[in-house]
């Protein structure tokens, strides 16, 4: 049986696939965050004891777009993706279906810390002391799990990781994106992801692999320890992605000189633009930074 197989076995045995009634099953708690492809809030969930999970209604024309690209290759949808990853940093899937318009929908773990986007933009500097070491390390520990799993995540940044209440923990969310490590998923051409942390290889329509996201993961690692971007500019949107391999990162040292190089020479080493520089492997950087203890050094 092929991986994708296996997924869509597990998918369809766990019972999601059906309809829900998204009006009336959920009462919504917080206002809706409108994402790339899809609208996610928080909800009392009455169908199970009003416990509150994390609902995403993805947006119907641009879910058809999306999938279009790969029509013919037999292709996991997201929620066949989410339903199969079972991992203590990764948020946990608990039912896919439909809407009763027909919108793909995902009702997920609610996860009640700050997401690392806010943190970032925000300097929230009191969310990370003493535990940024930590919280990469789970962060690096959750995309070598869905690496293993085959597949290549693709939207690797900030905003797609979620601390738990006063950060002592951090998961991965959001597959909208993901697609198997094979051959045919890898060919040039899908430029998806966020820009600011896309891979040279995306962002010129080159091949891809796994390392689109040790990339993308170095670039959240470098903004977590100093708050910036190791390309920043006055350019802050999508145009800014060019610089990626026509100007060298700032390296990280510089902006914090405390910081311990190990950790600093490992976040540098997985952001390399040239793909043949950078860490081949997210286990590799999880070995370089087996014995940093502290984020910081006197």
């Avoid at 040039?188 to 040279?200: D, Q």
């Avoid at 891809?208 to 903004?223: M, N």
Wanted: hydrophobic share 35%; net charge positive; with cysteine.
């Amino acid at each position: 049986m092929s991986l994708i197989d296996s997924i869509r076995s597990a998918f369809k045995s766990s019972g999601s696939g059906g309809k829900i009634d998204v009006e009336t099953r959920f009462s919504r708690q917080r206002t809706a965050v409108t994402g790339t492809m899809a609208n996610f809030f928080v909800a009392k969930d009455h169908a199970h004891n009003d416990r509150l999970v994390g609902v995403k209604v993805v947006e119907l024309e641009k879910y058809k777009l999306f999938e279009s690209r790969f029509k013919g290759l037999n292709k996991p949808t997201e929620g066949e993706i989410a339903m199969g990853m079972k991992h203590p940093y990764i948020a946990e899937t608990y039912e896919t279906g439909f809407s009763t318009k027909g919108e793909p929908v995902i009702v997920m773990e609610y996860v009640a810390g700050p997401s690392l986007q806010n943190i970032v933009v925000q300097k929230q500097e009191h969310h990370l002391a003493g535990k940024r070491v930590k919280l990469i390390r789970e962060m690096a520990e959750s995309l070598q799990y869905v690496h293993q799993k085959g597949f290549i995540h693709r939207d690797i940044c900030p905003r797609n990781f979620i601390c738990t209440p006063n950060s002592e923990g951090i998961k991965l969310i959001d597959f909208g994106l993901t697609l198997p490590a094979t051959a045919p998923f890898m060919t040039p051409g899908n430029r998806t992801g966020t820009p600011l942390y896309m891979s040279p290889e995306i962002i010129r329509r080159r091949s891809t692999d796994q390392r689109v996201d040790i990339f993308s993961f170095g670039v959240t690692c470098y903004c977590m320890c100093c708050f910036q971007h190791p390309w920043q500019g006055e350019i802050l949107n999508g145009r800014a992605a060019l610089h990626h391999d026509t100007s060298p990162p700032t390296d990280l040292l510089e902006r914090c000189p405390k910081l311990d190089p190990r950790l600093a020479r490992a976040i540098m080493e997985a952001l390399q633009p040239k793909v043949e520089e950078r860490t081949p492997d997210i286990g590799q950087f999880l070995h370089a930074i087996r014995s940093v203890k502290d984020d910081f050094v006197d």
